[in-house]
C-alpha cells in the first residue's frame, strides 16, 4: 500500500510543484498519505486488486475537491481547488495507480516507484504501518 500512495502522491506533487511553496507542499503530502492510508484500510485486497477501487478514487474537478484533498490543504494553508490540472482522477489500487487527467481524457497508469525509492521510504517512516492485505 506504502508503494503505491507514495506513487500518487509523487504524482500530484509534481502537478502542483510549480504553483505552491515547496515547504506547504511537504505538508500536503504528509497530511495527505496518513489520511489515505487510514481510508483505505480494510478497502485493500491484494487478491482482487479492483475491489474496492471506486472508493480508493481521488477525484478533483473545478466545482468538487476530495475530501482528503480538502483537508491536506486547509493543513497545508494552499488552495488546491485551483491547481492545474482543474479536474483529474487516480485510481490507488493494489500494484497499479491510474489516472486520468479531465472529465473525457484517457486513463494511463503511472509507474510504481521502487520500495527502495526515498518518497517510499519517507512514507513508509511517516505513515502508520497497517496490514496490506485483507482477506475477502
Known amino acids: 500500500m506504502h508503494v503505491e500512495v507514495a506513487t500518487a502522491l509523487d504524482f500530484i506533487f509534481k502537478l502542483a510543484r510549480d504553483q505552491f511553496p515547496q515547504d506547504a ?3 500536503f503530502k504528509s497530511v495527505l498519505a496518513k489520511r489515505l492510508v487510514v481510508r483505505f484500510q480494510g478497502h485493500w485486497f491484494v487478491d482482487q486488486p479492483h475491489r ?3 472508493y480508493r478514487c481521488i477525484h478533483k474537478t473545478h466545482l468538487t475537491l476530495d ?3 480538502m483537508v ?3 493543513a497545508a494553508k494552499i488552495d488546491f481547488r485551483t491547481s492545474i490540472p482543474p479536474s483529474f482522477t487516480i485510481w ?3 500494484g497499479e495507480v491510474s489516472v ?3 472529465e473525457d481524457g484517457s486513463v494511463f497508469d503511472i509507474p510504481l516507484l ?3 525509492d526515498e518518497q ?3 512514507a513508509q517512516q511517516s505513515i502508520p504501518q497497517t496490514p496490506l492485505s485483507v482477506s475477502a
Do not use: N, Y
Request: net charge negative; hydrophobic share 45%.
Open 100 to 102: 486520468r487527467i479531465g
Open 72 to 74: 491536506a490543504s486547509k
Open 52 to 54: 474496492g477501487c471506486a
Open 120 to 122: 517510499v521510504v519517507l
Open 67 to 69: 475530501e482528503d484533498l
Open 114 to 116: 521502487a520500495p527502495q
Open 92 to 94: 490507488i489500487d493494489p
Open 25 to 27: 507542499l511537504i505538508t
